[in-house]
């Protein structure tokens, strides 16, 4: 896919170029963001499981990176590894439990498991409740670069978000991503095939868990804070709301939807609930209209498009072809219908 | 005096009948979800926003029509319902051919939209609902004063799961909706309107939110938030009681609400993590909760 | 010729220092009013903050040092991210020059570190820690209105004297509460009164019936309510309800606001005690200005920290006109030499720690029948003198004073 490199050279381009125009915090923030929501996709779009608590992974970790890095004086790439390694171990714990449900229980068990660390960083002396830890010092990352500088950070930022999306690129197409592919389309027949669900099921939970933590931890050096805001089951709801906008089970979809959603919520903070409202409208339209979201929806105009142009029979299924999510994706289609709908 | 762990059994009644009040609220709530989940299998995300508004519909009507509290009790929860069921016809009716966690995103989203409308227009600081005068005041227990509402509160509760359990256990409609539960297809087979029994459903769900919310109302402050954080606890109830029977999730409404209270006197810190903690044991022992059956 | 050398060196030191201090920069005056205009803080401040800041800057004439003064505002939905990422761009893009009101402890500490460290003047009014002026105190910032030793310590002691001398407390258990409790359990102490128990309830929380119950059964006075915003209103109303007031005990509201009280009603709050740093109706000069706030405010009364924040503004104003320039650290140096004589604060001044010193107002609510018409609320019990109402300087730990103390005895640096 010769398309595909050269998107991925304008993409590297513009990444380089673009805290010179657009705000480098901002960025940062949606960059942040972006990997979170690609780290949640992997659960949602290749396992088919919706996690409602994600919050707890990304907030948590930015806890401990914060708590590293002040107050034990460490330096960022291990703070980071901290935060990370926290995550990991809280994903291990969540994913436990909550595979032993699947669907709406799923989403239930792990907004409830949520909600607990959210009331354990209210409580918790080190989190320091209400405030937050703040002034994080962001340090010298190898000893060599001072992040202090935004556009050192900014590189930094860049450089963590890149290699996430590389693991979760790598993880998505190979055997392993597979298996989880197949377990979202039909868990039975992986189960008959001798495959151990609940093993996948768990390590792409944990996964999933610890690059939302790597996410937060970086989260917590670039605003030199760690708050409850990111704990908080609103923010879990925000994740979800990216990947589906974007389009959940695209690679590229979950950072298109943070982007959007960050630049709208940092456009609307002025003006109080509507921030709450906008985001509430996303979803029900998404829901409604385009549940493939936007990369997913181009994806399939894409496809529609060349099956135009070319003669089918020279066509190899899309799903075949590596590079392409093929575009029926969308809805995970373990449906059993239940009341009587159009 | 005797003395229970450092507890006086008398205080310990008084906190056992608090915990019970509690527990009313998540019943009624619980209920009103295990019912729509039970037809259309759909988590009603927007149950919370549901009973705010029944609160918020009742504060209303005092405040621009002088309607009270009595007429409020019936009047919100079927203004509530109608939105509701304009929702499920409009917008849930479209989800019921694909996945359910689309359903659980779609409520979710309303729900940010109704919480942050309200959040717009009323502020968050809350508007003050009077108890009314014919329920205010208290009985003197001896071990504790029982106002007389929250008195109420526990019978009205219990009157609501009481009904709509004997609605769906005895009433040939009821019969009807067990049945849709069970295969919705063989019942419209059968020649039930099976569409329009899951509008009703979803509306009656709706009703009995908001019929919490106004019971609320008086209780707690009237706010755009009141049931954001609620919502959440009550679905660590259902969970831990399984979606399977109605009145599983009435007992463990009940139950966790109990259980709650005694936290708030033996070990305060843990009580808002008391229900999560239960939900992860039950999880360990039991995945389809307590009175679910296994799938 | 040493003379000569060291008239030189400051002449040097005066030139090579602070050149852009001189005059306004970007020829305009810019006040960010940051706060919550969306959440539980909204009615507190909010708005009517923003409003009280464009009246300062009209009153004050519109100009400085010939120019314009201009006031922006945004609402950081007490999220400390999104203050930070507002003042952030504020002050990057848009050249303000102070950010003024900001609530909620954690986003005001943000706001702290990130004027501190971009030399922006950091005017608060409405957040409550004490840290603001302690181990987080600034160059560059100003801490209004009150804190939560100065109603903790104003209540707490003002009780005790009144014979309310055991104390149960019901906490918000995190940070903000146990602060709030430690600061008024100290005040009960050292007046001679006796804390009996306290109860730590989970946060937020609606139902307060379980605690209020420990409360009686602890058989205190006084019930102090180390919490904020709805965990207050819900534990007030359900203290009534379950007739604990009525029973004798009192409640001793520690963070409670004029906008709390008029969306309790009187009926709900009366006889509760607490301290605030400003009533509209105490004197001439404070109605007059709270009329001409509210005809802006649809009749509604200004808090103690939307007053602060006018004050706060013209004092600001003023000094960067005495001062002659803009830079933040200058005109808050100013600000801490000038005196404060105003409609909110009479002989007040602000130390070196950032901290505004002025009197406080234990005040009791009123009954509904004691009340002659709407927002006429308050008994004022007593004045609290300032040196008594606020934390002493060197209990804060502010390294600013530590600084200043060490180098005492040698004369203050000559460019500064």
Redesign the interface.
Known sequence: MRLYWIALAVAAVAAVFAPTVLYPVFLMKALCFALFACAFNLLLGYVGLLSFGHAAFFGFAAYATGHAAKVWGWNPEFAVLAGTAVATGLGLAFGALAIRRQGIYFAMITLALAQMVYFFSLQAPFTHGEDGIQAIPRGELFGLFDLRNTETMYFFVLAVFAGGLWLIWRTVHSPFGQVLKAIRENEQRAVSLGYKVDHYKLTAFVMSAALSGLAGSVKALVFQLASLTDVHWHTSGEVVLMTLLGGMGTVLGPVVGAFLVVTVQNYFATFGAWVTIIQGVIFVVVVLLFRRGIVGELNALWLRLRRRSVPAATTPPAAARPGVEPAAHEPPPRKRRVGEGS | MFELIGI?PQ?LF??LL??L??GAFYAVLSLGLALI?G???I?NFTHGAQYMMGAFVAWLMLRYAGIGYWPSLIVAPVVVAVVGIVIERL?L??????????G???T??????????F??IY??????Y??PKELSG?YDLGF??L?T??AWVVLASLAACLGTWLLIEKTRLGAYLRA?TEN??LV?AFGVN??VM?TLTYGFGVALAAFAGVLAAP???V?PL?GS??I?VV??V??IGGMGSILGSVITGYALGLIE?LT??FY??A???VI??I??IV??IK?AGLFGRAT | MRLASGVLGAVFLLSAGPAAAQGISNDVVKLGVLNDQSGVYADLAGQGSVVAAQMAVEDFGGTVLGKTIQVVSADHQNKPDVGSSVANQWIDTEQVDAIVDVPTSSVALAIQEITRRKNVAHLNSTAATTDLTGKACSPTAVHYTYDTYALANGTGRALVQQGGDTWFFITADYAFGHNLEQNTAEAVKKAGGKVVGAVRAPFPNNDFSSFLLQAQASQAKVIGLANAGGDTINSIKQAREFGITQAGQRLAGLLVFLSDIHSLGLETTQGLTLTTGFYWDKDDETREWSKRWAERMNGRMPTMVQAGVYSVVMHYLNAIKAAGTDDAKTVVAKMKEMPINDFFAKNARIRQDGRMVHDMYLVQVKGPQESKGAWDYYNILRTIPGDEAFMPMEAGNCPLVQEAATKNGQPAGGAR
């Open positions: 006086p205080a008084g906190q608090l915990g009040i509690n989940f037809l259309l299998n988590i917008l009716r479209r989800l019921y051919h694909l996945d359910h966690l689309y659980l995103l779609l979710f989203g309303l729900a940010l939209i109704i919480e942050g409308t959040r717009q502020g968050i600081s809350g508007q003050p009077a108890i208290g504790m004063f106002p509402y929250r849709g919705a297809t419209r099976v569409p899951v209780i707690y402050s706010n009141m954080n609620l959440i679905f660590a259902v969970v209270g708030k006197v305060p810190e009580s808002s993590t999560f903690i939900m992860a999880l360990l995945p």
